[in-house]
């Protein structure tokens, strides 16, 4: 018997997405993508697809993808594997079918990313970036697995497996910083916003959460729980996207699967505080850190099996919990709260069965007391997917 087709909407919401996973058996279905991803006011919107898309994949024997474009549209089926959405689906499953066709597309829609990695690869950002956005991917067993801007060399089997020497071979602060900056230059970020950015030291804050959220994948998203070894597939990426949302529909934003009163007095202040009246529009930098691992509670869960996933994902922001040892163990997450603070921004972390947030407070505290609203019982997904959302003041 055929499986039912879940399709995702060109509006997907982060709302929609967890209902789909609440109450949708996903090994029941196949999956159908829009051509196209209009971004519908949600943080992160294209990671959360492709979070979507690996737990979706995860959960099927034999995942198959069909997609709305003929087999004729060349251009269209480039396209696909041009957005993170598009070559997570079609990477993520067995089977790739095209409209009014039974024959299997797969392996041919990947070979049209063989350019866009390669740009990756030599560090053409220019050429690798779509409109606004940049999607830095990096995907198991590809040839071309580790790209040169994230890493000293390219680590070993070995060395992917051991925490310690992978995290190690992770490029650090600086050279997060400089990547950052080429990343906003590729996407065309005005000049004065750029110039900001060097004034204020906001390359360093973000090139310090940038370090800290992709070492933290290298923790956990190369190990299967399971089996103790490196998965068949799986994916880990780095995303910047400049988002403009109009002055009087900022209270509209869905930053979360949840919204709360904490996100409208935080969209309401950066709303009316120091930004130039004459714009009509307030754009954020949103970046996102994205890995098909195991997610934090299961990595976590090992030394601490009677614990629920709430109070394991609360405990890995705290600023001396960490499974690996070392002088610095444990200050990851707690690091990125700081740089959020400093950057007057939020974040949104789901992994496991748990969404984090956190938003940058009004007063000018120190960065004692920080702490995460964390909801746990939702549906769990695959990974962790971590988006730090902060506002360009001009």
Not at 5 to 34: C, G, K, M, R
Not at 61 to 70: H, N
Not at 103 to 132: Q, T
Not at 317 to 328: A, L, T, Y
Request: proline share 3%; net charge neutral.
């Amino acid at each position: 018997m055929a499986n039912s087709v879940l399709e995702l909407s060109p509006t997907v919401s982060a709302s929609q997405i967890e209902s789909h996973l609440i109450n949708a058996d996903l090994s029941n279905y196949d999956l159908e993508l829009p051509q196209k991803i209009h971004w519908s006011g949600t943080v992160g919107q294209s990671a959360s697809i492709a979070q979507f898309i690996a737990t979706w994949a995860r959960s099927c024997e034999s995942p198959v993808l069909k997609l709305k474009t003929s087999q004729s549209d060349s251009h269209k089926l480039t396209g696909t594997v041009s957005r993170l959405f598009g070559l997570s689906g079609v990477y993520f499953s067995e089977r790739v079918y095209c409209k009014e066709s039974n024959e299997d597309f797969r392996y041919r829609i990947l070979k049209f990313a063989a350019n866009r990695f390669i740009a990756m690869w030599k560090k053409n950002y220019s050429d690798v970036a779509k409109g606004r956005k940049i999607e830095l991917i990096s995907v198991l067993r590809a040839n071309r697995e580790f790209l040169p801007a994230l890493y000293h060399r390219c680590p070993t089997p070995e060395e992917l497996l051991d925490r310690e020497k992978h995290g190690k071979l992770i490029v650090g602060p600086h050279e997060m910083s400089a990547l950052f900056e080429k990343c906003l230059e590729a996407i065309k970020l005005s000049k004065s916003g750029k110039t900001l950015i060097q004034e204020t030291n906001v390359s360093n804050s973000v090139g310090e959460l940038l370090y800290e959220a992709y070492r933290n994948t290298a923790e956990h998203a190369y190990l299967d729980i399971d089996t103790g070894e490196i998965p068949r597939k799986g994916l880990r990426c780095v995303l910047f996207d400049l988002v403009q949302i109009d002055r009087e529909r900022i209270q509209e934003i869905e930053p979360l699967s949840r919204t709360s009163d904490e996100s409208k007095e935080y969209f309401r202040r950066v709303a009316s505080r120091g930004l130039d009246s004459t714009r009509t529009k307030v754009e954020f930098i949103e970046i996102s850190i994205l890995d098909s691992g195991p997610g934090l509670a299961a990595t976590m869960c090992d030394s601490s099996t009677d614990l629920d996933d709430v109070t394991l994902v609360r405990r890995c922001f705290e600023k001396h919990q960490s499974r690996k040892g070392g002088e610095f163990s444990g200050l990851g997450l707690f690091r990125i709260l700081s740089s959020v603070n400093d950057l007057n921004g939020f974040i949104r972390l789901r992994t496991s069965s748990c969404e984090a947030s956190y938003f940058a407070s009004s007063s000018d505290n120190s960065s004692l007391g920080l702490e995460p609203q964390i909801i746990g019982n939702l549906a769990n997904v695959v990974g962790t997917l971590l988006t730090i959302s902060f506002p360009v003041v001009y």
